[in-house]
């Protein structure tokens, strides 16, 4: 009986311990680098990794940024930045640069995605692009359900609009609940 009791409680105590939730902390920063407002800059830094909470991680982090021209409520085009990269606890930080073809009024969307599934870039870019707003909504409304049914294993922990007149001179912040 005590077996059963000490068996019990480990599994339960592993269960927990595997599909708890764990906040993650990024910081985004997008700078122009002319006067013109064609060049930019954007800087990721990962101050608390979502890989670094489980035991059983390889310590890194698989991630994707998506940067779109963005007006709300039309589709959003080709993205001005797709990028995967990889940030573990010796690399915390990347920095990016991109060009906007055009000085206009459209602002900018920026997704953070950390990839778990085996999917190409390709394939997720273009669930993104479809459902960015349904994603924006779910996201703002922390429906991590609602994300799953749309990404499936990959995460988004982040998402921000910056406007194109006048990009984030601050750190954007954003933190995400991730299940493990």
Known sequence: MNFLRI????TTLICIGCKSQKRTTEQVTVTKNDKNGLSYSLQIMANNLSEDMSRFSTKNDELLLLVYDYIEGEVLTKPL???YFVLDSLIRLRDFKFERLAKDD?????F??????EK??????????QDYQILLDAYHAKDWKGIKKILGDDDVLGVFRSK????QRSPSRFSGVKYL
């Open 120 to 129: 190409s870039v390709v394939e997720i870019e273009s669930v993104v692009r």
């Open 106 to 110: 459209k602002n900018m969307l920026v």
């Open 7 to 10: 068996v019990f409680l480990a």
């Open 81 to 83: 930045l797709a990028e």
């Open 164 to 167: 194109s007149t006048s990009p």
């Open 112 to 117: 953070l995605l950390e990839v778990d599934s």
